[in-house]
Every structure is written in structure tokens, then in C-alpha cells.
């Protein structure tokens, strides 16, 4: 008997920590909504863009925004830096590039008249293995 309720007690201790956490991370509120917004890969405001890096790839492989004034809010979801660089019908790069750093948000503005443009990461190998999609302005 002895032995069961020492076995027991930490066995216990350890199921209810257990459903602490489980009820402290499901209480997200405000939490849920940013990461569904961050996540959406959409227009989260007007004029704003916002394009999830994960891992080796972009949240999609196509965006539309609004000419003119566009923020691009670049998410990096996954373990590894990305870089964003806009490149317009011509194969010109539009504006500055953007670098994240993993778990981390880098934002840029950029003036955007209507047509189609290609996103790419420009690290070695992340366009080669996919981290292309295009983007339509309207």
C-alpha cells in the first residue's frame, strides 16, 4: 500500500499540473485572434499585407492588395531567416528587401500601382525549393 500512494502522489501532482497548462494555453482570447490574423496571409488593415514565412515556403502562393500605399507585415513562423524581395513585371526589385529573423515580424511600405509582381525569398536555396508566389494589385 505504501508504495502505491508514493507512486501515486507524483503521479497525481504531474496529471493536475498537466491540466494547469492545458487550461492557462487554452484561454488564448486575444491571442487566437492575433495569430489568425498574422496567419491569414490577407489584408489584416487597409493597405496592409501580411506574408507568413514557414520553414521553407510562404503561407500561399498568391496575395492580392490595393495599388498604391501597401505595408507588407513579414511573419517568420518557422525555425529559419527569409528574406522578401518584391520584383515587378519587368524583373525589376520594387523597394527595399525584407529580412526576419525566426519568430520574428519585419514590416515594410511600398508604392504599388496595379499589375502582377513575383515574391521570392532570395536566401540560398529557398527559391529554388519554393519560396515563390505572386502578387496581384488591383
Do not use: W
Amino acid at each position: 500500500m505504501r508504495i502505491f500512494r508514493t507512486v501515486g502522489l507524483p503521479i497525481s501532482v504531474a496529471a493536475m499540473g498537466l491540466l494547469t497548462l492545458g487550461a492557462c494555453g487554452s484561454s488564448g482570447g486575444s491571442g487566437a485572434s492575433a495569430t489568425t490574423a498574422a496567419s491569414s496571409g490577407g489584408t489584416s488593415a487597409p493597405g496592409t499585407l501580411t506574408i507568413d514565412a514557414e520553414d521553407i515556403k510562404f503561407d500561399k502562393k498568391q496575395y492580392d492588395a490595393t495599388a498604391g500605399e501597401v505595408t507588407v507585415d513579414y511573419v517568420s513562423k518557422g525555425q529559419l531567416t527569409h528574406d522578401l524581395v518584391i520584383y515587378d513585371k519587368s524583373n525589376t526589385v520594387v523597394g527595399d528587401t525584407l529580412r526576419v529573423n525566426p519568430g520574428k515580424t519585419t514590416t515594410g511600405t511600398y508604392d504599388l500601382p496595379a499589375g502582377t509582381y513575383t515574391l521570392i525569398c532570395d536566401i540560398p536555396g529557398h527559391k529554388d525549393a519554393g519560396m515563390v508566389a505572386t502578387l496581384t494589385v488591383k
